[in-house]
């Protein structure tokens, strides 16, 4: 079946600091994925995806690259802000099922002190 | 990309009663999801909506507690039935274009 194991919070950082949560996966056929980021108060929303292996995704200085050897998906930030407090969800999509919806991991909650 | 309106943004309901929450999407789509975010937890598929045609639920979930309307391609319901405390989460309306999702702000349930 289809799952996502995603690095439990949470993550406290000081500004400035390199961040990574890790997120691997599970799936019958060969999955998008993606990294979603729930700002306080506000709706999820798509950080950012790779659709096949070795393709690297990135936004708002966010990367993550599509491992198919170790199926992982980690995301990574070289210098986090405040700004960027947030839960991050690591998801996954298997469209050889013929679905479109989405798999979630349990979020990571993040929080950046000045 | 999509922009898509959910309400009730909240609610504080009592139990036995029922809540509709609806969702509205600023473009035509095919496929509309619902979601159940749990406190603490991620995000669970409860069921996937086509316009004219009933909706597929997933393992957990049926019709008679969560029942969806999907009258046309901008908009659908979600019927949270019978309320007991244990359906206190956020519902989430969703909805696939391309290779992405959007979702709604969602809709935080309190069942008193």
């Known amino acids: 079946g289809n799952s996502v194991t995603q690095m439990e919070g949470p993550v406290t950082l000081s500004e400035e600091a390199f961040l990574t949560i890790n997120c691997t996966y599970t799936a019958t056929g060969y999955p998008s994925l993606f990294w979603y980021v729930q700002y306080p108060g506000e709706g999820l929303q798509l950080l950012l995806k790779?659709?096949?292996?070795?393709d690297k995704g990135s936004n708002k200085g966010f990367e993550a690259t599509y491992r198919k050897e170790t199926t992982s998906f980690h995301l990574e930030k070289g210098s986090v802000q405040v700004s960027d407090s947030a839960v991050y969800f690591c998801?996954?999509?298997?469209?050889?099922?013929?679905?479109?919806?989405?798999?979630f991991g349990t979020g990571t909650r993040l929080t950046v002190i000045p | 990309s999509a922009v898509i309106s959910q309400k009730p943004s909240r609610d504080i309901c009592q139990r036995g009663t029922s809540l509709t929450i609806q969702c509205q999407v600023d473009?035509?789509?095919?496929?509309m999801f619902w979601y159940r975010q749990q406190p603490g937890q991620s995000l669970t598929l409860i069921a996937t909506a086509n316009q004219g045609s009933e909706a597929t639920y997933e393992s957990g979930f049926v019709i008679d507690k969560f029942p969806i309307s999907r009258p046309n391609l901008t908009f659908s319901t979600l019927t949270v039935s019978n309320m007991s405390p244990e359906d206190s989460s956020i519902y989430l309306c969703?909805?696939?274009?391309?290779?992405?999702?959007?979702f709604g702000q969602g809709t935080r349930l309190t069942v008193v």
């Open positions: 969703s909805v696939a274009i391309g290779m992405g999702a959007f």
């Open positions: 790779a659709t096949k292996a070795d």
């Open positions: 998801a996954l999509s298997d469209h050889q099922t013929g679905a479109n919806n989405l798999f």
């Open positions: 473009s035509q789509v095919t496929m």
